[in-house]
Each structure stands twice: as structure tokens, then as C-alpha cells.
């Protein structure tokens, strides 16, 4: 068989192996454009997050963001309070960021190197979009001891063991460890006076005013717990009493939710607690335990 019979096959096989390897070039020459086309560092990410804000955050004053320390999060900061969002500045996360390897709250230790004063007991906040119509008093150091007969009788919803212990528990109907709570309460057996709190601006107001202007506003604050708030309607007479119910947690310091308070001696009890926890809580005020 005579060589140069082949030598047409090799070169179309040569043309075809070059054709594949300038492709790849092509391809390898995208995927680098396409990499630098991406902010070339942290700095660079926030500043795009930084505009995205403004477009959709227009009222909310941004202070700072820092995209280089929590993965695929950006920390905002915003006054006193931090939130999270997302590289595309999509998806907005408020709440406490956990660093499970290192065994540490990163939203607590954050919030008092921002303010020393500040106890971060709960949840951060995000500055509301929309505004509010009500001063923000400063926030000041969380208090173990209140006086509770500045509160009107309005802004309360009642629920629980009539007979009870009376407890007043400061929550947001869009807390997870306030809808948790709510069991331990029930199985505490104890009198609940639950006033609601904004603690996530302006859509927590909203359900708050749904629920207290409800027909049956113990029934509509377990739907609201359970994801199905009553429609909003007219705004009632009783839902005026939300402005009292946020001043007085502001003056106490109650950064985050739930807070509960025993209206026997104004003790305070930050966070969340399981039915144990708040049977001793009743019992010390009755002197039966330490």
C-alpha cells in the first residue's frame, strides 16, 4: 500500500484536530473574559451591591458593606442594625448568621462593635423602607427590671390560662422564636399579654394592625404565627396603642424578640425559653425558687 495514499486522511484528521484546539482557545478565551468581566474583588462586589440597593432600598440609609468575610453574603449596615444580602442583591436576609466552625454569632459580636452599649438580645433590624411616621428614640442598654403601668390597656392581646401567671411578652409576629414560644407558653399554663413589636419594619406593623383590629385577636394571633395573618383592613382604634407598645421598647432596650415580662415585679426574660424555663421564671416571683 503506497504511503502517500494516506496523506489525505492525516490532513483532514490534522485540519479537524486544529479546528478542535482553536475552539477550545475560543471557549478558555470566553470563560477568562467572562471571569474579568466579574468584579475583580470584594470592593468591587460592593459597590455593585451598593447601587442595586439604592434602586431598591431608595429610604434606607446604607453605612457601610463588606463582601469579603461571609461567603455568598454581604453584611450591610444600616445606623445600629445589620442585614445580609446576597452578591446580586436579590435576595435580603434580616436575622442572626451563626458561624457554625468557629462556634460564634457573627450578628451579636458585629452589633457591639458597632455600639458597645447596644445588648444584642435579638434579631437585627433592618431600617424599614417605607417610613413609619414615628421618632426612633435611641436605643438603650436592655433593662432587667421595667415598669409596666406606662403601657395603655390597649395594644395587648390576651390568650392563655386565664388563672395564670400574667406575663406580657414584647414579640413580632414575623420572629421564629416567637411563634416557638407560643407552645411554651400554652404549656406553661400561664396568662399571656402579648404585645407586638416591629422589629421587621414596616410588614410586621401591617399583620400587628391586622391581628389587634381582628374580630377574635387571640384566634388571629396564632393564624398570624401560623403564616395566614387576617386581611388588612381599616386601621382600628386599639392599633393607635402599637406606637406605645414600640416606644416603651425602645426606652427599655429591647433590640430584638420575644421579650417577656413579669408583670408582678417588671422582671425581664430575654429571648426565647422553653415551658421549664418559664415556670421557674413564675415561681421566683413568688419566691418558691431561685
Not at 13 to 25: E, P
Not at 143 to 148: I, N, W, Y
Not at 158 to 178: A, I, M, T
Not at 240 to 257: H, I, M, P, S, V
Request: overall charge positive; charged content about 20%.
Amino acid at each position: 500500500m503506497n504511503y502517500n495514499d494516506h496523506r489525505p486522511g492525516l490532513k483532514a484528521r490534522a485540519a479537524h484536530l486544529a479546528l478542535a484546539l482553536s475552539s477550545a482557545a475560543a471557549v478558555l478565551t470566553l470563560g477568562v473574559s467572562a471571569v474579568t468581566a466579574m468584579p475583580a474583588n470584594a470592593a468591587g462586589m460592593a459597590s455593585d451591591v451598593a447601587q442595586a440597593l439604592k434602586l431598591r432600598l431608595p429610604k434606607t440609609p446604607i453605612d457601610a458593606i463588606s463582601c469579603d468575610t461571609l461567603g455568598p453574603w454581604c453584611e450591610v449596615v444600616s445606623g445600629d442594625t445589620l442585614f445580609y444580602i446576597d452578591e446580586t442583591a436579590r435576595y435580603l436576609f434580616v436575622g442572626r448568621l451563626y458561624d457554625m466552625e468557629e462556634r460564634r454569632d457573627v450578628t451579636a459580636a458585629r452589633l457591639l462593635e458597632l455600639n458597645p452599649d447596644l445588648l444584642a438580645a435579638g434579631a437585627a433590624r433592618v431600617a424599614s423602607d417605607a417610613p413609619t411616621g414615628r421618632d426612633e428614640a435611641p436605643m438603650q442598654a436592655a433593662a432587667s427590671h421595667v415598669d409596666l403601668s406606662s403601657l395603655p390597656v390597649a395594644g395587648a392581646i390576651h390568650w392563655g390560662n386565664p388563672k395564670g401567671e400574667r406575663l406580657v411578652v414584647f414579640s413580632d409576629f414575623q420572629c421564629g422564636y416567637c411563634q416557638r414560644l407560643t407552645a411554651q407558653l400554652a404549656k406553661a399554663k400561664v396568662h399571656v399579654e402579648e404585645r407586638p413589636i416591629s422589629i421587621f419594619g414596616a410588614a410586621s406593623r401591617k399583620i400587628s394592625e391586622a391581628v389587634l383590629c381582628a374580630k377574635d385577636p387571640a384566634k388571629a394571633l396564632h393564624a398570624a404565627y401560623a403564616g395566614q395573618a387576617p386581611a388588612t383592613g381599616k386601621t382600628c382604634k386599639d392599633a393607635k396603642a402599637l406606637d406605645a407598645n414600640e416606644a416603651f421598647a425602645r426606652a427599655n432596650g429591647f433590640a430584638g424578640t420575644p421579650v417577656i415580662v413579669r408583670a408582678r415585679d417588671g422582671a425581664v426574660l430575654h429571648g426565647y425559653r422553653d415551658a421549664a424555663a418559664i415556670r421557674r421564671f413564675v415561681a421566683e416571683s413568688k419566691g418558691e425558687a431561685k
